[in-house]
Nanobody, 119 residues
Framework: QVQLVESGGGLVQPGESLRLSCAAT????????MGWYRQAPGNQRELVAT???RYADSVKGRFTISRDIAKKTVYLQMNSLKPEDTAVYYC?????????????????WGQGTQVTVSS
């Protein structure tokens, strides 16, 4: 019953900014961690940022991850965007959900949101 819904992607020019959002809904007991991944066509999915404050070298100094615990939402502020940032961005959550017999540790993915950086 848990869903992750991403939003905020779009088409921007190099140097511009975007802010991605990922909201978790459903029978969530607690969220251990959330993170952002991205995948370009023909490439493997790579970790971009974690809620613990770790970033891929390619985005350090430009991207900032943050969380609103009350809203069960994680954000990714992306500044100074480059064409190589173009990818589908996915939200991931490591959480505990409430099920019929109690609690269950689970991992969920959002549907992805397209970010395109081009002139």
């Amino acid at each position: 019953q848990v869903q992750l819904v991403e939003s905020g992607g779009g088409l921007v020019q190099p140097g511009e900014s975007l802010r991605l959002s990922c909201a978790a809904t459903g029978s969530i007991f607690s969220i251990y961690a959330m993170g952002w991944y991205r995948q370009a066509p023909g490439n493997q999915r790579e970790l971009v940022a974690t809620s613990g404050g770790r970033y891929a070298d390619s985005v350090k100094g430009r991207f900032t991850i943050s969380r609103d615990i009350a809203k069960k939402t994680v954000y990714l502020q992306m500044n100074s965007l480059k064409p190589e940032d173009t990818a589908v961005y996915y939200c991931n959550a490591d959480l505990i959900e409430r099920v019929e017999i109690g609690l269950k540790r689970s991992d969920y993915w959002g549907q992805g949101t397209q970010v395109t950086v081009s002139s």
